[in-house]
Every structure is written in structure tokens, then in C-alpha cells.
């Protein structure tokens, strides 16, 4: 009796941990689809980068696949470093974004640049 108890609730544990394995891995997808490249354009680059605006307007067609690379891989640190973030002044732009954010609107303005094969403002 006291063997196929505990033998249930070893049975039981596995399950459970199953379980939520299965749905932290389905979290992890719905993070990642979260990240959309366009979103994050207009919610945080729009910002600072809209028409009229003292930084100078940017959409993804403002520039070529090429120029967007060079400023993701190498001018981002050195152009937007000091630039204070509008909603917390005590941090910088760069301090904002993390890596996958970064990819994921570097992916957005290369796909869309004026050169692509799609390009697109983002109004
Ligand atoms: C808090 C405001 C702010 C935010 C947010 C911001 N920028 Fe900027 N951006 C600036 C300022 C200020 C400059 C410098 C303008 C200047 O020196 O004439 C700049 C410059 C640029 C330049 C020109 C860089 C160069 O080589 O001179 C590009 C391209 C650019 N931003 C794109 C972006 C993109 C893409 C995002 C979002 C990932 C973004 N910016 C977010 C303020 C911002």
C-alpha cells in the first residue's frame, strides 16, 4: 500500500513538472513573437523620430539596407549612448534596449528599407 503511494506520487510530480515545462515553453514562444520589429519602431523609435521632429524623421525607407546595418551594428552605441530616454531621464536610449529588441527592429528597417523589397514608412 505504502509502495504504490509513493510510487502515485512520484507519478504525480513528473506530470506536474510535465505540465509546466510544457507551458514555460509556451511562454517562451509568445515572448518571442512579442517582439515585433514594426511595434517597436513606432512605440520606441517614433518617439524621438516622427515627422518634424528635432532628431530628424526616421521610417525604415529614410535609409538603404546597408546604411541600417552600419547603424545597428556599429553607430548605434556612439549616436543614441547620451541620448537621456524620454520616459526615464535618469537612463539612455541604448540602456532601453536589449539585444533581441535591438534585432528584432534591425530586422524591421532592413526589410523594409528603401531599397528592399518591401519598402515601408511606419506611420
Ligand atoms: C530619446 C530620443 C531618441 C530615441 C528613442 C531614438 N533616437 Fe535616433 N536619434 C536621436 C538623436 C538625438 C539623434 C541625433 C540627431 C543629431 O545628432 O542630429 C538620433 C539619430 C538617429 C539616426 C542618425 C544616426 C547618424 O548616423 O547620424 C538614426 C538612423 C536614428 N536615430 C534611428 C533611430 C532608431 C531606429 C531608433 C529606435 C531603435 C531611435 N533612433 C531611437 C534621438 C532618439
Known sequence: MFRSNSLRI?????VILFVASVSLAAE???KEKKLDGKDLFKSHCK???AEDA??????????IEEQWEEFFDEL????????????????TVT?????????AVRKFCVDH??????PMTCG
Open 76 to 91: 548605434w552605441v556612439e549616436t543614441h549612448g547620451e541620448v537621456v530616454c524620454p520616459k526615464d531621464e535618469k537612463k
Open 28 to 30: 517562451e514562444v509568445v
Open 95 to 103: 540602456d532601453m534596449w536589449s539585444k533581441e529588441m535591438l534585432k
Open 47 to 49: 518617439t524621438c523620430h
Open 10 to 14: 512520484i507519478f504525480l510530480t513528473l
Open 54 to 63: 528635432d532628431a530628424g524623421e526616421y521610417t525604415p525607407m529614410t535609409l
Open 113 to 118: 528599407a528603401a531599397d528592399s523589397e518591401q
